[in-house]
């Protein structure tokens, strides 16, 4: 996986981790293809970096993002 800006990611993408708010709410989970709606959303909430699967990077673990 690696940490990947909001504004690097492309529709086709995979998250590699799941993205939790500050309340504790899953706004998407791991294995979730992006779409640009996704993408869009995730931009209006201030979500700035996502950890995108890679497959040259699987075995580097990310840390929690909670926004």
């Known amino acids: 996986m690696k940490l990947t800006s909001i504004f690097s990611v492309s529709p086709g993408d995979v998250l590699s981790q799941t ?3 500050a ?3 899953i706004l998407l989970r ?8 996704y993408i ?3 931009m209006d909430l201030g979500i700035l970096y996502v950890y995108i699967k890679d497959k040259n990077l699987s075995d580097i673990p990310g840390q929690d993002l909670h926004f």
């Open 19 to 21: 993205i939790i708010d």
């Open 23 to 25: 309340k504790g709410n």
């Open 30 to 37: 791991e294995g979730v293809v992006l779409t640009q709606k």
């Open 40 to 42: 869009n959303k995730l």
